[in-house]
């Protein structure tokens, strides 16, 4: 159950872009249902996906030597599941790089329809060495760079059609939730905890040297902690997650750590609902996060 989600390097610009795609398959591990309860991947893990294909391009150019980790990103939107059957056309660009941090923006798309897009990606750059053996990472790469036409390969990426999901396939679980509310206030805030077991499918690809908590898991559990606000408050709007914003990841989470998070409201509108998310292990902050939510149709 590998946590590496780029099938294949299409096109790659060292130090500019890079073009990549995913097949969502029912080979997944992480894969969740919609509303009408039709298979996709997991959003949060699209983002994953996008920023591994930006590290990709930022490794390879330094030769492998150092590796970008997860930083500060300031939006990043979900338009839409991408769903078992469908291909993902994926675009990273690069706007900035050195030895010390690199930065960059992103966009996934089935056809021509956007599915996941961050604006403002941050990441510092660390010692390679410290996360995995120098061979087994280049030996990843060429496993997937078999460079080829852009334009074909997005020829062959199409949408499905609302009747052709296969609905009833035995979906496998990874659970990307916390494991308990402490406390709540509906309609006010909420607390919830999250124990960090090595048990996690996650940790032998993030990273074998230094397994730590992906940045997008954690981001996907607060999608689902966002869910169950809404369900405790009562609300009589239907909401959905549209994005996240101000992300910043201070500090790794490591296997043993127990995370705490608070969530409350910051912004309620007619047309949004802003949740502000503050994680600590022992007290300290690790991250820190805002999830706008706006009602279903919109």
Known sequence: MRFLFVDRIVESSPGQLIRGI???TPND???????QGRPCFIPSLIGETLGQLAA???????EFTCRPVAGIVASASMHRPAYVGETLLL????????????????EARVGNERVFSIEGALGPMLPMDNFIDLNEVKQQYNEINRPGDWLTVCAESTPIAN???????????????????????????????????????????????????????????????????????GYPVDYKVSAFRKIKM??????????????????????ELILSYRSEVAGKRVCVVDVVLIPRGK
Request: hydrophobic share 40%; proline share 8%.
């Open 250 to 271: 201070n500090e790794f989470v490591y296997p043993g750590d127990i995370l705490q998070c608070l969530l409350t409201v910051k912004k309620q509108t007619e047309e």
């Open 163 to 233: 009747d052709e999901p296969i609905i009833n396939l035995q979906l496998p679980v990874v659970p990307m939730t916390f494991d308990r509310i402490r406390s709540c206030q509906p309609g006010v805030s909420l607390t919830a905890e999250k124990r960090i077991t090595r048990a996690a499918p996650y940790f032998a690809d993030h990273f074998p040297k230094k397994p730590v908590l992906p940045m997008t898991v954690l981001l996907e559990c607060k999608l689902n902690l966002a869910y169950e606000f809404i369900r405790r408050a």
């Open 22 to 24: 995913k097949h969502i």
């Open 56 to 62: 990709w391009n930022v490794m390879s150019l330094q």
């Open 29 to 35: 591990p992480f894969l969740t249902v919609d509303e």
């Open 91 to 106: 675009e990273s660009f690069i706007e900035h790089q050195d030895n010390s941090a690199m930065q960059y923006y992103s």
